[in-house]
């Protein structure tokens, strides 16, 4: 799956209250305190290199699934 910035901006900018640069700034962010990473499509030429996207990756895939899943571990039958 491909994903950018941009796209996910213009798709939920009216679901949060965020700005473009903001948004940018934040995934600057994640990536500087190595909550995510990025995994660069590998090309021989360094330009096709920059312009396909990269793959984004979380660290933590159990904070992923904590924040993304309703599932809150077993529950008691009594």
Known sequence: MKFS??????QYKDKFPFSK???FRYY???L????VFEV?????????????????YL????????????DAGRSRMS
Do not use: H, W
């Not at 904070?63 to 993304?68: D, E, G, Q, S």
């Open 5 to 10: 910035l941009t796209s996910f901006y213009k």
């Open 21 to 23: 640069d903001l948004l």
């Open 28 to 30: 600057k962010y994640f």
């Open 32 to 35: 500087q305190s190595m909550l």
């Open 40 to 56: 660069k499509k590998f090309s021989e030429s360094t330009y096709k290199r920059m312009r396909n996207p990269a793959k984004v």
């Open 59 to 70: 660290i933590d895939t159990g904070l992923c699934r904590r924040m993304t899943s309703d």
